[in-house]
């Protein structure tokens, strides 16, 4: 009856889902139209004057400077991200584990589980290393005359984005980890002992590492006639490596050694470990941020390759998956602009508050976050929206500050299986598309969100 259901959801994703980047466009016109007609901030103006509020709000943050300068962030975690799963010692392990794969269901739910525990680690190296594993998976089984369902597998390298927000490059935690976050003067300093190994976080996150992959397997077509499998045509003798051009003849004998050296990669390689040890002796586990995560990314990819040409190779081609967040991150910025400058995201999470208790506000923000996502799929941008309303409602309410802030981490990455903006680098590296997909994050989601709201009840 699941796949079933499945296939019903993919069959109507595949009719009616549109390109991402349509998808921005639109969410800006129906951004646009709320904001005019029913932003509390617009509406003591004239009409020729709300027309100008809302052009001056959506360029405001189409170009911020600290939004940018998040946005820089995350293409550098996913391309280090990508450059590190492009490594041979990674792919190796891909391969090593797509030979121990038979049946289609098996291999939907190591990829599931591949995705879901590189995304906790990082989610650059989630969204990458889960969208390698579901190509080889599907490699590997075209290569031998096996059935398995490449778009399923594709849904399911992208289930990781799903539990991200709960793992160690979890922005909103990571956030308030900082000394300097915006809002330290109300809230204060919440080390992550609080927020990502809290309690809660631990029952929800492992739960769903549990139930995703069975959802996925449970997903998976019983009639080979029906399974989508691998385009062989598309790449026969490609091993998904990298190709790595030899050393230009014309360069200075010393310019080639160098360009070609392990022993630079591994000097400079190990002084950033050098670094990161030190970074980490100071700080504990309180030191992960942002910056602290890409820069051990970094590292890790530059010790990985065995040459300085290699990683530069691997940043260049991971730099192409980052293509949609800087074409649509802009007009995302865009929308949160006349969301915030409307009072629409103060007016929903306002309106939350005021049918809340105690008990229920984590529910309410776990929504709220849930459908701001939809409109601004960024953690970050999301936090620096809703924080300052929730920490009146903390105040107010005497919501534990820890409960709220994952609530809307967990609100954040639900929708993720609905909003495909972030799975643009999967559906490059194979060769999908997001409606191929969606049908069946869609039923993720559908299962998942109750689970998610029962946990941040009961706990």
């Known amino acids: 009856m699941i796949s079933a259901l499945g296939k019903r959801l993919s069959r109507w994703s595949e009719r009616y889902v549109p390109d991402p980047f349509v998808l921005v466009l639109l969410l800006t016109v129906l951004t646009a139209g709320a904001a005019f007609f029913w932003g509390a901030e617009f509406q003591e103006a004239a009409a020729p004057d709300r027309l100008s509020l809302l052009g001056a709000s959506w360029f405001s943050e189409f170009y911020d400077v600290g939004l940018m300068r998040f946005a820089l962030q995350m293409v550098i975690v996913l391309v280090t991200g990508h450059a590190l799963a492009m490594s041979a010692p990674v792919r190796r392990g891909i391969r090593a584990l797509t030979r121990l794969v038979v049946t289609p269901g098996a291999a939907v739910v190591v990829v599931a589980l591949v995705a879901c525990l590189a995304s906790l680690v990082q989610w650059g190296l989630g969204a990458i290393a889960g969208a390698f594993m579901a190509r080889e998976m599907g490699r590997a089984f075209a290569a031998e005359g096996r059935p398995v369902h490449y778009p399923l597998l594709g849904a399911a390298g992208y289930g990781g984005f799903l539990i991200w927000h709960g793992g160690l490059s979890g922005t909103a935690p990571l956030t308030v980890a900082q000394s300097d976050h915006f809002l330290i003067e109300t ?28 959802l996925f397997w449970r997903l998976t077509p019983k009639d080979p006639a029906q399974m989508r499998g691998f385009p062989l045509e598309e790449s026969d003798d490609d091993d998904g490596g990298l190709d790595v051009p030899e050393p230009d003849e014309t360069a200075h004998p010393v310019v080639r050694f160098l360009e070609g050296s392990r022993f630079l990669s591994l000097f400079v390689g190990l002084a950033m470990v050098g670094v990161i040890i030190n970074y980490f002796a100071q700080h504990g586990v309180d030191g992960w941020n942002l910056d602290s995560i890409n820069l051990l ?15 530069v190779v691997a940043i260049a081609d991971g730099v192409r998956g980052a293509a949609g967040i800087v074409l649509q991150f802009p007009f995302y910025f865009g929308i949160l602009g006349m969301l915030r400058e409307s009072g629409l995201i103060e007016q929903l999470s306002q309106f939350f508050m005021e049918i809340s208790t105690a008990a229920t506000y984590p529910l309410f923000v776990f929504l709220s976050a849930g459908i701001v996502n939809f409109f601004v799929p960024s953690g970050g941008g999301q936090w620096a929206v809703q924080g300052p309303v929730m920490m009146e409602a903390i105040e107010d309410l005497g919501v534990a500050p820890h409960r709220a802030i994952m609530a809307l981490s967990y609100g ?27 049908g069946y994050t869609g039923f993720v989601f559908l299962v998942t969100g109750p689970w998610i709201m029962f946990l941040l009840f009961l706990l």
């Open 297 to 311: 990314f970094l590292t890790l990819g530059i010790l990985a390759h065995p040459t300085p040409r290699s990683y």
């Open 412 to 438: 954040d990455a639900w929708t993720n299986m609905l909003q495909p903006f972030w799975a643009l680098p999967l559906l490059g590296i194979m060769g999908l598309k997001a409606r191929d997909i969606i």
């Open 187 to 214: 809230l204060g300093q919440i080390p992550v002992s609080e927020t990502l190994l809290s309690e809660l976080n631990l029952v929800v996150t492992g739960s769903l590492l549990i139930i995703i992959p069975l």
